[in-house]
């Protein structure tokens, strides 16, 4: 994800607990891959204090990923679930919820069960999503708390931000899921002036209201953990103008620039 706000710590094995793995399917056991986790972090999930737990894979290549070392899913998770489950029933009392985020969370089938666990632990649960898989976001929506959605660009020019051809279909209905849900929810785009131009980033505003989307946070480039040089190099000191972001602001009843 591009729209959460902090990079995974990973933890040291040293103080992980060693326990065996409780569930086996076909001989197999299968749980969430997890990359990283940031046990405290006051900054991905509004107004709570949460620990984030960044899963393994993403389908898309977007140049501005600040997480590309997640993108690629690997046989054998970095971290053990039952571990990062022993690190979250340290936390109770601790944290108010616990963020799935990425990689893209919903492309890993234990998800669902994950979030359970987390829940049963009695932590309120956020997710961050691109919006990359609408069967399983479904699946999950009624177990969440809270989601913060990527809107990366009008939905039939996604392939210019992810570079995976008509990867705005499956964000469209991931959008539409959302609004329906009735899920407490942010959307919110990553925003660079070479990839998305104030003409274009007016017009998805526009789009989003018309949709219904409430809340909406535009969060401008930033090049810290970004592999792109040439997205790097570009200034976005002015990007996007003081006129756009009033008439932006203008269309959402909640409406937050993330600027730095
Ligand atoms: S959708 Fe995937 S590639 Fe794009 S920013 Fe998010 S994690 Fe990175």
């Known amino acids: ?45 509004p107004g709570q204090l949460a620990a984030v737990v960044f899963v393994q894979g993403c ?25 990062v489950r022993a690190l979250l029933e340290r936390r109770i009392g601790l944290i108010d919820a616990v963020v799935f985020s990425g990689g893209e ?19 309120k649960i956020g997710l961050h999503s691109g919006g990359t898989h609408p069967d399983r976001l479904r699946s999950v929506l009624p177990m969440l708390d809270w989601i913060g959605l990527d809107i990366k660009a009008g939905f039939a020019d ?19 899921e959302v609004l329906a849900s009735g899920v407490a929810y942010e959307c919110r785009t990553t925003a660079h002036p070479d990839l998305l131009p104030e003409g274009e980033l007016e017009a998805l505003a526009v789009k989003l209201a018309n949709m219904g989307v409430k809340n909406y946070a535009l ?8 592999n792109d040089e040439a997205l790097n190099t570009r200034s976005v000191r002015d990007y996007p103008s003081a006129a756009l972001v009033e008439r932006l602001s203008g269309m959402f009843p909640v409406f937050t620039l993330r600027k730095t």
């Open 158 to 176: 996604y392939e210019r931000i992810t570079r995976i051809r008509d990867s705005g279909v499956p964000a469209l209905a991931c959008l539409k």
């Open 219 to 226: 969060q401008v480039f930033r090049a810290v953990g970004c």
């Open 105 to 123: 969370p919903t492309m890993d089938p234990c998800l669902a069960e994950a979030i359970l666990e987390a829940r049963a632990l009695g932590f």
């Open 59 to 83: 389908p898309w290549r977007c140049g501005y990923c600040h997480n590309p070392h997640l993108q690629a899913r690997t046989s054998d998770s970095p971290l053990r679930w039952q571990d």
């Open 1 to 45: 994800m591009a729209g959460k706000t902090q990079r995974p710590s990973l933890l040291p094995e040293a103080t992980l607990p060693q326990h065996s793995s409780p569930v086996v399917m076909a001989g197999r056991h299968r749980s969430l891959k997890v990359g990283g986790v940031t046990p405290f972090t006051a900054t991905d999930y």
